[in-house]
């Protein structure tokens, strides 16, 4: 058991990596290629989760990934806004695999990559693109809120899950980012 758990998080962990990779260079071949990837991934992976909030985030991924397969002319825009939540997952995993006295840190650097990837830049995508451009975009927007309204709730999971003491850094640290938003 624990050694299909290390090699379904080494496929996250690539995937993930593979999702940066392509946020941050643009590239039309990993755009193209990885809801083929995502897809594979997660009908896979349906067979292993047992939480019901993990199965629904990757019906959800399923569901856009068939989307972008289905659309080729999808806009980058949204391929990159969708690729940019799973910059926190390395972090998560990190986590788990590090040794007690190195996960401090690593927590907090993944609640703020969460917040800032998962809640504040993809919440803002979500209202400043025209999704309407898109074919059947009632089935693309319905999926990108649904995914926003799951990473809602597993911050309002993470925070609840902290002590006090963190979570009043987590609400200075929010609130900091976004009174900083106007400023850049």
Known sequence: MLQSKFIRDSATLSLCLWS??????????????LPYFFLGFFVV???????????????IGAILSVYAICVHDL??????????????????LAIMYLPEAYTSLVKVLFVCVFYITR?????ASLLQYDFYIYPYYGILLTA???????NLYWFALIVKKTS?????????????SLYLHYFY
């Open 20 to 33: 940066i990779y392509a946020y941050v260079t643009d590239d039309e071949t990993s755009m193209f290629l």
């Open 119 to 123: 809640i504040e830049q993809y919440g």
């Open 144 to 150: 990108l809120w649904a995914l926003f309204a799951t």
């Open 75 to 92: 806009n980058n825009k949204i391929m990159k806004m969708v690729f940019a939540v799973e910059m926190s997952t390395p972090f998560l």
């Open 164 to 176: 006090s003491k963190t979570r009043i850094a987590i609400g200075l640290f929010a609130f900091a």
């Open 45 to 59: 992976d349906f067979h292993f989760q047992t939480k019901i909030d993990f199965l629904v985030h990757h019906a």
